[in-house]
């Protein structure tokens, strides 16, 4: 056994690197550079645009990722340099917090990883903190590739599949050669009702259950109410001890309720006409149709322009990316209404009755003529590099090799 640091001694010794060569990826049987980078040990804080849960903007503010990032060492994503032939690529996020961009580097365009497991600010700054991934891409290939992929979930759900077309070919004499890769990825969503977790959960905190949270408020109440919420609606009637009523006979102040009340009737009510009811919800699996991963298509073009304009002396590149990423679904939302006891559209409101003490409620009810909320996202992005390389010879044989470029 060798034990071999990654610091190694001696002025002019190289530092060490792995790498992942094309020959291993295909062995891997990975399907996207994202997903290699999930089995390769120096990795961590991987972001996938392809695998990142959603997130619901009416409970949690923001979208998911529209991006796939990757870290090395524990460090996030932001401290580590990501370059395409030796050259970086911008980060990503609002504010530049994240970090390089995977999505758009079709794994049939790949020829070798090359990754820096230990610092390497001191030769790519300070964002590479935690090391560098340098990828490769193929280059001076000559002919066509076609590669695709179709899977699904065991339990169904999520299908996806991905194709990716490789070309590239050399003419003005074998001095200029064009890689050209076009990739398609497509999945579907992935729903709550795909999936037997809505089930376990009514299973566990259902009407019956009497595990509650540190304000003694039962699970049921806090969590169950608001996601299974029906139409006609429920009502949860506030005390010192919270009971609840359903159904709810109107859905609002402004229309004719499921149950044949009118608007001008349910003002009318009062806490007696909810006793037949007392203790009963109207539950529903609404929630469903939410979504546990959102579904996705995704699009990328890569071309690799190389031309030798002196044999052995000066060389010049041109490397052009373009992406683009588009999500459309639905989700339901959780809708509720909250009264005070003093509220005149309150049944349980003060004096609603000779001498009845009011009561706040809090309606939980699924709006039914109402669509959905949709999410609709499109993130597209960009990449030029030129650049010329080269190397003259001064006196007493010594070679001078210069490199310049312009990328944006």
């Known amino acids: 056994m060798i034990n071999r640091g990654l610091l190694q001694g001696g002025e002019n010794t190289p530092l060490y690197h ?36 959603v997130t619901n903007p009416n409970e949690t503010g923001g979208q998911a990722p529209t991006y796939s990032t990757v870290g090395l060492r524990g460090f996030s994503s932001a401290q580590t340099v990501v370059l395409v032939n030796g050259r970086s690529l911008p980060l990503t996020g609002l504010r530049n ?5 995977l999505s758009r580097i079709p794994l049939a365009a790949i020829e070798r990883v090359e990754i820096l497991p230990s610092s390497g600010s001191a030769i790519y700054g300070g964002g590479a ?39 590239g070919m050399r ?30 959960a009514l299973a566990r905190y259902g009407p019956d259950s009497t595990l509650a949270n540190a304000q003694n408020q039962t699970y049921f109440e806090q969590y169950i109410l608001r996601t299974f919420a029906a139409a006609p609606g429920t009502i949860l009637v506030g005390s ?8 709810v006979p109107m859905e609002s102040d402004l229309r004719p309720s499921p149950l044949g009340t009118t608007a001008e009737q349910s003002l009318q009510l009062t806490s007696d006409s909810f006793a037949a009811t007392a203790g009963q919800a109207n539950l529903t699996p609404r929630y469903a149709c939410s979504i546990i991963y959102e579904p996705i298509d995704a699009y990328s073009l890569n071309a690799i322009l190389e031309h030798e304009f002196v044999p052995d002396q000066l060389d010049g590149y041109l490397e052009f990316t373009l992406g683009r990423n588009e999500r459309s679904y639905s989700m339901p939302q959780s809708l509720s209404i909250d009264l005070s006891a003093d509220d005149p ?7 609603v009755t000779p001498g009845f003490v009011g009561r706040p409620i809090y309606i939980y009810l699924d709006a039914s003529d109402l669509p959905d909320a949709s999410v609709k996202s499109q993130y597209d992005s960009a990449r030029l590099v030129a650049g010329l390389k080269g190397q003259a010879e001064r006196m007493l044989g010594v070679v001078s090799r210069w490199h310049h470029r312009l990328f944006g």
């Open 97 to 101: 917090g994240g970090g390089a961009d």
């Open 18 to 53: 792995d790498i992942v060569t094309r020959a291993e990826i295909e062995r891997m049987g990975v399907s996207s550079l994202e997903e290699l980078f999930r089995y390769l040990p120096q990795t961590s804080s991987v972001s996938t645009v392809l695998q990142a849960p």
């Open 240 to 247: 010192g001890a919270s009971d609840w009523k359903s159904p």
């Open 171 to 200: 003419f003005n004499e074998g001095r200029s050669s064009l890689t050209t890769t076009l990739s398609y990825h497509h999945r579907d969503a992935l729903r709550s009702g795909d999936r037997d977790y809505l089930d376990e």
């Open 345 to 351: 559209l309150n049944p349980f409101r003060t004096n």
């Open 129 to 167: 903190l935690d090391g560098a991934i340098n990828i490769i891409l193929r280059k001076e290939y000559s002919g066509r590739d076609l590669t695709s992929y179709i899977g699904t979930s065991t339990e169904g759900g999520a299908t996806e599949y991905r194709w990716t077309y490789l070309e």
